[in-house]
């Protein structure tokens, strides 16, 4: 039995499959067949796909199914023997009986079979268009299948039987006289039709499709013969490199041919995931019939462009925020048609998709030749929905105007229709396709139309990036990010940044940059310049990048080049580290780290929300370790003691009045940027006595992070920062406190802050 | 636990370790590394495993032990995890032994620190001790930071 449930549940994987392409044919055939366009095998396809889906339910049990698809069939069948002729209400109903079956599908995937949905009232409809004309239905043979499980070829019997028949010649009954049938036309009067799993490699093709010469492929196999393959270049990389020292023609041969078939094997293989946009737009012209009929507009869909091929991952992630922009091209672009008549249009809008390569990225353009958007509308929404003041709707330029049709929560549809206008649109498109480094753009001239050009990477595994040098390891920076390059020579590199609070910043086009140093960020020491001469002239790269949504400024030892990368995932040791996004590697065969903009620009803090008194601590992160000098934050703790811990470890300080701590347990807390802060009251937790100091209205504290968590300690008062080198005297060790050292000729202890927050949460609980 | 009773074993700062031999993958030489800024201590960089971007784990460190001479290139065991290959550096390489499940026996109540969370039992063997280590608890790096931390202090 076991193996029956596996075979079973085999079978139903396939029918799943194939079912939905197969549906996904009989649409577009149906819409091909309502604007007249049919092929000799129109009607056959279309009679096919719901055959053999009848069939196979009924062979797995399904019966629900099978009896929908059957009552499809039996109308189906007289279409094609030309007892009916189509009509757009046949279509409709023939359209919905698709979806019900999709439905149903569905059903199976989720639940393991196929449901107890009602489709009685499509039933209907689909048994009385088939009384149209008299010749009524001699009930359709209910076939059940008598070839056991495996009866994939079935179909292409189906189809020799009514191959012919299309041709005007013959008029059969269809599959009863199938098997009778089956030997009667030659083979060359067949064209293939479309894949059916197996039938596939049954069919003799006379001109064949592409789609009859594909298999099926898991994606995890093709990944894996992807990274063999990246395995395979590096190996031959080296034996390359390596023959050139042996002179021996044979080898050098061979290494050659190597070369050679490993690059076309590599293209060969990175192709296998192309796929063509038009698989996502195969589903467009339904989409567009269905919209278009419920809005009452009349709509023409033209495509340009369908072979242009997107890797897998991509196609799979544009094509919902491509069905939406259709969507709302036709619900809020396109004119009724009465409203185009009366401004000189054509009746029949028209909407245009079109899709090209260019350099190395992919455009897709959608155009439609609508009323275009008014801006004076999308303004006033705007500002009514609170997204935007009135004065800034009045600076905004026509370019920030159209972008605020990208603003979560704005719509400009008067009325929330099915389709559109529940606000919840274009801004999930516009972050589903930056999601993968993409970009939108959109232009509109009033009552001419609206375009939107879509640039998509072709490939999310390879992005392009700029790599860049630091303390001697590279980087590599993703270039979505990348707005500018900047490079300070000579007296602008030494007066051109300026201190401000201690951070440091570069007035760029009279705005203040923040700047972060990669090399203090990171911990290590700064590079030995390549050359003399750039030593000499003390020059400064800023690399002026974006961070959600504001600029700020990175300054590296050196910019290299720009470079295709391939992104790898980092092990889940260095997970934790949210400046980095992954690592690549490079041509050499090193190991270069990705950044991660947005997380690099709050570990450097030059993105921040609250902007009051930030430590910037770029400049504690500089020390080099062999000299021992550290930056310290120096405070005091009540009236005698004086303190310190390395700058690097506050991550911000704060004043917090007295009337703002509230209590959780026996731990004082306060609010802090919509977190929990707990306070550690540094005179209570370590050793050694402290002269409690007057009481003050307010506090001085020190942010601590660890682990993602923040602790406040509270300290008397802010002294200092110093730059120091520090002899610490580990004797004194005590809880809380590292040891002591002597600072601007005072003893100072060291506070061990890590220990200090084990203490304070120990004795938190103790009381709790 | 396994019934394996094969390890791979290797040298780190004189103590002498083993690995169940399913867990590794492969024993490579040393690879040139990119270090990891910002990363533990624990972790000496990245290598690149033939298009495979791998962590390598300082034993030396992890266990707490003292530091490699600099001198002295380490060698990489990698091992499988959960979350793919890890390399363990380690100081020299031993044979694969097939071990006496009878002389085996649970480490001492006096292992402390880092070494009683990793080291998972050990073979009295003839002429020394194999200290067994468990590579999920080795790769396992989420109380180390907290430790890092302290040091910068």
Redesign the interface.
Known sequence: MAINETLQQELVKDLLLESHEGLDRFDRELLALEQGQTGPDSMNNIFRVIHTLKGTAGCLGLGHIEHTAHVGEDLLSLLRDGKLHSTPEMITTLLALSDALRGMLRTLEATGTDGTSDHSALLAKLVQLQVAPAIAAAPAPVEKPVFGLFDDDEPVVAVLAVAPEVAGAVVMTAPASVQASSDAPTPTTLHAAPPVSASASVEVAGKSSVADNAIRVDISQLDKVM?LV??L???RNQIVANTTQFDQAALMTAAQRLNIITTELQESVMKTRMQPIGNVWGKFPRIVRDVSHELNKKVRLVMAGQTTELDRTIIEAIKDPLTHIVRNSIDHGIESPAKRLSVGKAEEGLLSLRAYHEGGQVNIEIMDDGGGINLDRVKAKAVAQHLITAEQSARLTEREALNLIFLPGLSTADKITNVSGRGVGMDVVKTNIEKIGGSIDLQSQPGQGTTLKIKIPLTLAIIPALIVTS?G?RYAIPQVSLLELVRLEGTQARKGIEQLYGAAVYRLRGHLLPLAYLNQ????KAGVPKNAAQAMDDVINIIVLQADGRPFGLVVDEINDTEEIVV???????K??S??AG?T?MGD?????ILDVVGLAQ?ANVVTETRDRPVIDTKARAQSDADQRQTLLLFSVGKDRRMA??L??AARLEEFPVSRVERTGATEVVQYRGQILPLIRVADHVAGRVTPDEPSDILQVVVYA??GRSYGLVVSQINDIVNESVTIKRASASQGI?GSAVVQDRVTD??????LVRAAEAHASLAA | MSTNNQFCTFYVDGLFFGVDVLRVQEVIRFQEMTRVPLASPVVSGLINLRGQIVTAIDLRRRLVLTERPADQLPMNVVVRTDDGAVSLLVDDIGDVLEVDESTYERPPETLTGAARQIVRGVYKLKDRLLLIIDTDQTVDLHEKTSAGLTKVA
């Open positions: 990274n990246g395995e270049v590096l190996a303390g390891d960020q990171f911990k290590v790898k995932p980092l092990g889940k040791q260095l934790g580290i400046s980095f690592a590697i065969g090193r190991v270069a780290l570990h811990i390395p690097a470890l660890e682990q590292l060291l506070l061990d802050v890590p220990g």
